[in-house]
């Protein structure tokens, strides 16, 4: 599936950075496929500008596929309306009718819908769903987001918080079979995401459909996705679950945007000796275990200059005295369970985290002081100088 944004006749034509431009218009989103399993969690994440918007819109209806097909429960729906794909779409900006009660916001799309029913002889036709049936759906919906009590008020009456409830229970009253959400809680604060975050979590269970959701924060698609797609100038950059895309990123950006605080990243040289592989950084040597050394071999990796990828957690304090790489802490913030150290180490900054319970006294890291590191083979992560892939990424 892929999409072109159509440029309107002499309008100048925009430089977006990696996106390739076309006589019709930016090329937004490129070979995009996926098949989404009946009822999982998806979530499309990526920085601005990556087409995870876009994306979601193509699945709406709401923008033309230029090319490739969209199915929807085994049928095509390219060129079918939005309003018959049975998908629902959650806002960031919730888009309540404010003149409308919370009861009367979520009744809206019911009052719309129209039911088949089959007469005596056959026909079928037709018509406006009963008003119980829409009171009972209405109320089922209030329950299940906990907003009973807020149904005879006013959108303006009500917390950002609660306002994102009642757009998703407009959604999910009507049962959709797909439901979007394009970053529904970006405009709440840090608690309220929180909160909604869990609710979200629990309202999944209590509702059968499928979810695709997007978001620039990792944090919501790490807690929320069975399966992330990250995404960058249109193009897919891996797709796994939450755990997946952590602990064996595809290649140098997707390793440097799923995790907090960044990993660290290296200029060091892969070196094989006896048929083994090694790592060496600012002098200090560090073998890879077994299971690395086997993908390295089975990928036919070739000894030379690498980038070398450490996460911040991964970084240890003790080492063989080979393996032991030295530097000058700048920063040192208590963080209450764990010490962040911003260290000037092998040419760059270098962020890690020591848990206080490792430590025997934390006021030993004084801006200034030397400080002597070293990390484990098998936390390690080896990416292509060029072509910025993972050394032991088997393409499938």
């Known amino acids: 599936m892929w999409y072109k944004k159509k440029k309107k006749k002499d309008e100048a034509v925009e430089k977006k950075n990696n996106l390739e431009i076309t006589d019709e218009g930016v090329v937004a989103v490129q070979d995009f496929n996926i ?12 920085p601005s500008g990556c087409g995870k918007s876009t994306t979601l819109r193509m699945i709406a209806g709401l923008e ?3 090319g490739g097909e969209l199915f ?31 009861y009367e916001n979520i009744a809206f799309p019911l009052k719309l819908k129209k039911i088949a029913e089959t007469d005596a002889d056959g026909k079928t036709h037709l018509k406006k769903m009963p008003n119980d049936e829409i009171d009972r759906r209405v109320r089922e919906a209030a329950e299940i987001l906990d907003i009973t009590q807020f149904l005879d008020r006013k959108p303006k009456a009500l917390s950002g918080g609660q ?31 929180n909160q909604m975050r869990a609710e979200i979590i629990k309202l999944r269970e209590k509702i059968d459909t499928t979810f695709i959701y997007v978001t620039h924060d990792q944090v919501e698609a790490m807690t929320l996705g069975d399966r992330i797609v990250i995404m960058r100038d249109g193009y897919i950059q891996q797709i796994g679950t939450p755990q997946e895309v952590f602990n064996h990123p595809a290649n140098l950006f997707v390793a440097g945007f799923i995790g907090m ?20 950084l600012d002098g200090a040597k560090v073998t890879l275990p077994e299971e690395k050394q086997a993908k390295l071999k089975a990928n036919g990796a070739a000894a030379g200059p690498i980038t070398l990828g450490v996460r911040p957690e991964h970084l240890i304090l003790s080492g063989d005295e080979g393996s032991m790489i030295h530097g000058t802490v700048d920063v040192s913030e208590m963080m209450g369970s764990a010490v962040h150290l911003h260290v000037s180490a092998c040419g760059s900054d270098t962020i890690m985290i020591v848990p206080t ?14 400080i002597a590191f070293t990390f484990n083979g098998a936390m390690a992560h080896l990416f292509d100088r060029n072509t910025k892939k993972n050394l032991e990424w088997l393409e499938k």
Do not use: C, W
């Open 35 to 46: 098949d989404v399993a009946d009822k999982e969690f998806i979530v499309l994440v990526g």
């Open 163 to 193: 306002r994102q409830r009642v757009a998703i229970g407009r959604a999910i009253v009507r049962s959709p079979k797909v439901l979007l959400m394009d970053e529904p809680l970006s405009n709440l604060d840090a608690k309220l995401r």
């Open 64 to 66: 033309e596929i230029s």
């Open 261 to 280: 605080p960044q990993m660290n990243f290296y200029d060091a040289e892969l070196v094989l000796e006896d048929g083994q592989y090694a790592v060496v």
């Open 72 to 102: 929807i429960d085994g049928k095509q729906m390219n060129d079918v309306a939005p309003k018959d794909r049975d998908i629902a779409m959650v806002f960031q900006n919730y888009a309540l009718y404010p003149h409308m009660t919370v």
């Open 357 to 370: 319970t490792e430590l025997e006294s934390t006021s030993a890291f004084t801006i200034g002081s030397p």
